[in-house]
């Protein structure tokens, strides 16, 4: 009863000041309530913790806890072994397909999006796909609708962008759920999120292996699957200085996280006391911002973000994370202010300078 009414003091009376404010302003309450989460702020021995160092313990206790549940990342990163399957010039950016290897005999690929009329090294976004059959053409424009255009979005304002397909489209020639299998059979002990996670960290190894990108400015975005995967690659990849994701579902009940291509059924045994809140932590004190339009992610997802901010609060950081709600369903913002508002919170973390006519 404790734990819940400090996160309603949180969520009712948490800070609405300073920049990015609208992003740290608790929504009025959901029908259903707040979702109850554990206590951040203590450690093992119970007392509560109160200095840097003090959580810096914490964190790598909770980093352990999810390695633990997700199963180990490989030990080795081989050589990507990129190759140039084929280039386009187009009127504002310069579009390549490149094929590169993750892991040993299971290649992928992935779209790289250079602007032009820029000089200098660029920031630079892995850009993570939604759930669709034809995955990684979404973000570079060339399928679906205009809202999962994120990378062509983020071209045309100076990032540097790579659009990996995720491993569930053609893992070893292997269907979804197959594909799930297969790494589960390949890799016993990992999971499905695992492997997603593994594979966001050598996307990053091929972004910042690109001598347009200042590797000090880069970060990751997605929606629905790739805000999943965003929520995991900020966590575990510490040279994302800023991630967006939009609509995973923060929350263990919020979707589908007990599909084997993600946690698996572990998730929904009693044993299982970890949720994303605490993984969430280890992005901490670098910048985060959650989309909800109340379909995944919303107003029930605010808790999330109030156990946090105190993190973020204690190395100053606090006006890095926060919550961005929209009414727009499963969805990224449209073009308008919300979407304009994203990217420029984008902008400010990497130190991008304003697109042209924006």
């Known amino acids: 009863m404790r734990v819940l009414f400090a996160w ?44 840097r160092a003090e959580w810096r313990r914490q964190a790598l206790r909770l980093r352990e806890a999810w390695l633990r549940r997700l199963g180990p990342f490989p030990s080795e990163r081989p050589p990507l072994q990129p190759e140039l399957l084929s280039r386009e010039e187009l009127p504002d950016h310069t579009r390549l397909l490149l094929r590169y290897e993750p892991e040993p005999g299971a290649p ?17 976004m892995v850009v993570f796909h939604q759930t669709a059959d034809t995955h990684r053409r979404h973000p570079v424009g060339l399928d679906g609708r205009e809202t999962m255009h994120l ?20 893992y070893r020639g292997k269907t979804m759920r197959a594909a799930a299998e297969e790494v589960l059979a390949r890799w ?53 200085r800023a991630a967006v994701s939009c609509e995973g579902g923060i929350g263990l ?24 809140h605490q993984l969430l932590a280890l992005v901490a004190p670098r910048a985060f911002l959650l989309i909800g339009g109340e379909s995944a992610d919303g107003a029930r997802s605010w808790p999330f973000i109030a156990a946090n901010l105190p993190v973020w609060r204690l190395f100053g950081a606090e006006e ?11 969805d990224f913002p449209p073009p308008g202010p919300e979407r304009e508002a994203v990217y420029r919170w984008l902008e400010h973390w990497l130190a991008v300078e304003p697109a042209r006519g924006s």
């Open 8 to 51: 309603l003091a949180i969520a009712m009376g948490m800070t609405g000041s300073g920049r990015f404010a609208e992003f740290r302003r608790p929504p009025p309450e959901p029908p259903g309530g707040w979702p109850v989460l554990a206590p951040l702020w203590v450690a093992p021995d119970g007392r509560p913790i109160a200095t």
């Open 108 to 124: 992928t690929e992935a779209y790289l999006l250079l602007p032009r009329g820029h000089s200098g090294r660029r920031p630079g």
């Open 253 to 276: 009940t919020f979707s589908n996280w007990e599909a084997p291509w993600y946690l698996g059924p572990q998730i929904r045994r009693p044993d299982f006391d970890l949720e994303h």
């Open 151 to 170: 990378a062509l979005h983020l071209v045309r304002r100076g990032f540097v962008c790579v659009a990996p397909r995720c491993y569930l489209y053609g």
């Open 188 to 240: 016993p002990g990992w999971t499905g999120m695992g492997k997603m996670t593994w594979d966001g960290i050598r996307a990053m190894d091929l972004l910042v292996s690109r001598p347009e990108v200042d590797p000090r400015r880069v970060g990751s975005i997605g929606h629905s699957l790739g805000g999943k995967q965003v929520l995991y690659h900020a966590a575990f990849d510490e040279r994302v």
């Open 320 to 330: 890095r994370l926060g919550l961005m709600r929209h009414a727009y369903g499963h």
